[in-house]
């Protein structure tokens, strides 16, 4: 089987980079992984529907040859598709946000082409050999996970569509029954080299603003995306398609440093978190501490940015441990933390804002220490949702420091400790001259306008007026529901709501194709699986967002983690698939059950977990919660697999509606550790389900 096996493997890599090129494109929102994978599956559906509903196409696709020309027709699809990724740049503005439309409409639209021609590919695959298609797969695609897996740890710098290549090469040449003499195979392997290697060169890399152009250097990271500008002696460095930070430090950056030093009698040990604490740390050496440490656990990253700017740090200055196990090493140990991630927009900067966070930073600082992180912010004006985001932030703080100073600009620099903080203008002033600071914009002459009481009043009034904003927590992150909050401040625009009917009406032109209501009882090992399909999708992408606030590293892992569901899938049907069809079920909705149960009992724990102890926490849990699913699915196909297209199918569309559920409302709206109860429902359904078909079983006997 090995051209099964390396079909899985490149629809893996493909479904992953592609995953990856759209969460970078979308602020890396986790939303924009959940809903694309939704995306995904239901196109592969709507694929494996094509290719069995149409006669003509099936009769193409019979045979070896068939069987080349849907493997070559899912490469060429899916190198235009990263392609299209990469050149998706015109849809973006700069510092903005993506609304919960943009998040939707872009997820399904830019992850068509190769979903859609891998649907056709698995129809053809599954048409003969069936449930030994699905294991090999299943295999196939656990070996492209941990390939995507040494990719961003050992050479994240190599284009994801070199790798796609030789990936896709493997696969043409890996099918049988044609001869390599001729063109049947070189010509597209010809063509195939020229599409994946040629895009190799296209300038960006990979897809930006257009407002960032005029970059001139660019990396992939293990983490991120970095691009780099010089114009005018101005050095700007982007990640993600947003500014990181600019050097020389403008007006804002320069103050958010210097009036934090200023306010504390004497920072001898200061720490910078993030990797815009490469160059912010200069501004603290101008108070000669003692130590200055830069935490930031991309040595990719942390390389690109150096290389560019000199800021004359040592290694030894620099932390690669990941900031939150650092903090809770290092008790009573510094009297500055800077937290300088620019805005939670997504749940690995939004680890960094949490109550979970504040508190861990509160035991590592000493007495007096002050912790200093900024929000964006408008002296004139400040939207709602702004107000509301902000506000559930800085609660957040409140709630675990004893003071809480603001200090508001073109951003909000929010200090927070467990002792009185002293910003009088004189005071600082003061301390100023002690320490002979020489700066640029926060100087003695501007302390008075910049501490003004007016300007601060302003501020704390504007955002007091959010009544009991919700605490920020690694388990319901605002930076999710604020994706809401912006689609609803946005509502009444007639663009908004122009396209929410024309989604609406693609939607219910795709979901017809979902079994109804009476179909459904009289297939109800369809329906059975269409549940089991729904619950497994949406306990893995609980799990995914899970262990991204946990550790920040679904963006690296993730291909890693698909894999350890993909190889769940393949162990579970594999095992169950002798087992007597109705026990066999029933034992894999029970695991499903205490699976998600036990996550929910365990939930109030990760904060406590280091990333290297997650990681295999969640490997675990993905690989049970692919056995209950694989294991399910097997025992419904029971052993004459003649349906197993079918069931397949109903396997799909569930995942993708659980995917695109659990992604676009129900974590947003109830929180991480809520979703279980609602992924549970799911299983309870089905059990109810297989309750009434063994006693209809049973009334027959």
Sequence with gaps: MPAFFLLGLFSLLTQVFALKELSGLLTAHEAALGLGLSAWLLWTAAG??????????????????????????????????????????FLLTPGLAAGLLELILYSFLLTLPAALAGGMCLARGLSEKRLAFYRAESFGAAAGGLLTLLHAVFFPGTDPLFILGAAALALIFSAPGVSLAGGRK???????GLLFFGGTRLKPPFALPDYFAGASAYARTTGSRMAFMDTGGQKTFIEDGSVLIQTPLTEQSEISVQLPMLAHKNPENILFIGPAGLLLASEAQKHHPKSVTVCDPDRFRAAFILERSHPGLTDAQIDRTDARLLLGSRQKTYDMIFQTVPEPLNAAANRYFTLDFFREAGRSLKKDGILVFTLPFSENYLPPERAYFAASILASAASAFKYLELTPGGTLTALASDSPIDLAPEALARRYGQRKIKNLYATPYAFPFLLDPYRRSWAATTLGRIKHPPLNTDLNPVAYFYVWKMWLAMFVSPGTLTGLALMAAAFALLLGRLPQPAELLKNKEAAGVFLAGFWAMGFEVVCLFMFQTSSGQLTWKMGMLFAGFMAGLAAGGRVLKNFPSASARAGALILGLALTAGLYAFCPRLASLSPAAAFPIFMALLFCGGAVLGGYFAASAGRDDGGVAGLYYSDLLGAALGAFIF???????????ASLIWAAAALAAGAALALYSLKESTVKM
């Design 186 to 192: 070189l010509a597209p392997a010809a063509l195939a």
């Design 663 to 673: 992604s676009a409302a129900i974590i947003p709206l109830a929180g991480l550790r």
């Design 48 to 89: 494996m529907a094509l290719a069995l509903k149409n006669p003509a196409l099936t009769r193409a696709l019979e045979g070896p040859k068939g069987f080349l020309s849907a493997c070559v027709f899912f490469t060429f699809a899916s190198g235009a598709n990263l392609i299209l990724l990469k050149k998706a740049g």
